[in-house]
């Protein structure tokens, strides 16, 4: 994956009509580049709609927002990874804060989510953030290292197989509130050399992303400052106009 990686994370935006009529947009402005990676995160209902009407473009690759980490069955409402592989994704987030906080989920079941991404070839991007008063108890690196530890817990180490990780502060997510770019670099520097002992000399090719009220404004300091190597970007990403000037960055 050619770096940086800009994720755009739709969240529960953009159904299968507008998300097309944005692709189709944002294709007709955004030629094919050669040094970074785009990725969509749409709705799960939009990613096949989305894969053929732009199927020449497969330098655009789209995610799926959540799996269920169990293949097929009684699970009412929810899709597995080999669903989202057949609609044309290769990327799966695990673990976004929303999951987390709104949801539920917990640190095991991220990382039954990573396991069956990658047993079905989906690549895992992994997000990880401590909250507000996590972060005000000065507990920052010990919960994004706790999520970091059990989201990857079922992957065989030295893990070599294809591995994105998120660093989104809750406290930034939708709130205007920024990481400054030296908050971020202290977090992804601690990510980074814990993926050390995880993937040995390979960790230094696991994109770290940041997240969390990314705009066009402050999209260059963020992804200049040290082990960020790509940006995961929620309200910014649904105007395609604020989206190009973030992914030409
Ligand atoms: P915002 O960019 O809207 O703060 O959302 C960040 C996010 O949650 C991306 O996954």
């Known amino acids: 994956m050619l770096r940086p990686v800009f994720a755009a994370n ?12 944005f692709m189709r947009s944002f294709i007709s402005v955004y030629p094919k580049q050669n040094d970074r990676t785009v990725i969509f995160f749409p709705p799960a209902l939009s990613v096949a709609p989305v894969r053929a009407a732009v199927r020449e473009r497969a330098d655009l690759l789209l995610g799926v927002q959540n799996i269920h980490w169990e293949a097929q069955g009684a699970f009412t409402g929810e899709i597995s990874a080999s669903m989202a592989r057949d609609a044309g994704a290769t990327v799966v987030l695990v673990g976004h804060s929303e999951r987390r906080h709104v949801f539920g989920e917990t640190d095991e079941e991220c990382g039954k989510k990573v396991v069956a991404a990658e047993k079905a070839g989906l690549t895992p991007m992994l997000c990880v953030g401590e909250k507000l008063e996590e972060r005000e108890r000065g507990e920052t690196e010990s919960v994004v290292l706790r999520q ?3 989201g990857l817990s079922g992957l065989s180490a ?3 197989g294809p591995l994105l990780i998120a660093y989104e502060p809750v406290w930034a ?3 205007g509130k920024t990481a400054t770019p030296a908050d971020a670099a202290a977090v992804h520097r601690v990510l980074r050399a814990e993926l050390s002992a995880f993937a040995g000399e390979k960790a230094g090719r696991v994109p770290i992303l940041y997240g969390g009220s990314v705009n066009q404004g402050n999209a260059s300091a963020l992804l200049a400052a040290e082990n960020v190597d790509g940006l995961l970007v929620g309200g910014a990403s ?8 973030i992914t030409t960055a």
């Open 173 to 175: 997510i939708g709130t």
């Open 10 to 21: 739709w969240k529960m935006n953009n159904g299968p009509t507008a998300a097309v009529e």
């Open 158 to 160: 030295p893990h070599s």
């Open 238 to 245: 649904l105007d395609p106009n604020t989206w190009l000037s």
């Open 148 to 150: 970091l530890r059990a």
